[in-house]
């Protein structure tokens, strides 16, 4: 019951989303109405700027944190485990929004805290390499993702931390198929923030 209750309040912690909040509260638009489409912090950045985007990842990242760590209280480390792919099944096919939410990206980086701090660094210096180097946010997210399943599997002293980030990439690869394809196609657009948008046209 105790796992039960970990998963069900990780997924309704996960299904709030601060794109949305963000963008209807003070911007009176959907954030998944423009840009990519997306309700995540990378589409905030595109369509309302870096102040918009960062809120966003950092809501993001702490109701991932909470979820964790009322998971752990219930249940210990099948709380953590449970809870942590549950939010980011909350995140990504929120109840409340459609079932129309973000990539899970801002929620795979909280859920590797818990496994260890070498898992997060693995993956932030991917993540920031390659969006630096390609400007392409979706191919940063998909090696990054990628990444933390080896740098998981020799630092979790829990296998069954290696199995939350193994479901939780695959989750972001998923979510991640559209872009996938545009990739191999040579079509995925270069990533800027919206106050740079008119330097760039």
């Known amino acids: 019951m105790k796992i039960l ?6 997924y309704v912690l996960g299904s709030i989303s601060f794109s949305i909040f963000l963008s209807k509260s003070f911007f009176r638009k959907d954030v998944r109405e423009g840009g990519s ?6 589409n905030m ?3 309302f700027g870096k102040l918009a985007g960062a809120l966003t990842l950092v809501g993001d990242v702490l109701k ?8 752990r209280a219930l249940a210990g480390d099948w709380g953590i485990v449970v809870a942590g792919i549950c939010c980011q099944l909350g995140h990504c096919f929120p109840a409340y929004h459609h079932f129309k939410g973000g990539k899970g990206v801002a929620v795979g980086l909280a ?4 496994v260890g701090w070498q898992v997060t660094v693995c993956v932030l210096v991917v993540f920031i390499l390659t969006a630096v180097l390609t400007k392409k946010v ?3 997210s998909l090696l990054a993702s990628i990444s933390a399943i080896p740098a998981a599997y020799f630092v979790a ?5 290696f199995w ?11 979510r991640h198929s559209e872009n996938i394809s545009r990739l191999i196609k040579g079509e995925e657009k270069d990533f800027h923030f919206a106050d740079n948008k008119k330097g760039k046209e």
């Open 5 to 10: 209750l970990s998963a069900v309040i990780a």
């Open 37 to 42: 489409g997306n309700a995540g912090a990378t």
């Open 45 to 47: 950045a595109r369509s």
């Open 64 to 71: 991932t944190v909470l979820a964790i760590v009322i998971g």
């Open 111 to 114: 859920i590797t805290f818990a």
């Open 138 to 140: 979706s191919l940063a």
């Open 157 to 161: 002293s829990d296998k069954r931390y």
């Open 164 to 174: 939350m980030i193994l479901i939780a990439a695959a989750v972001v690869i998923f």
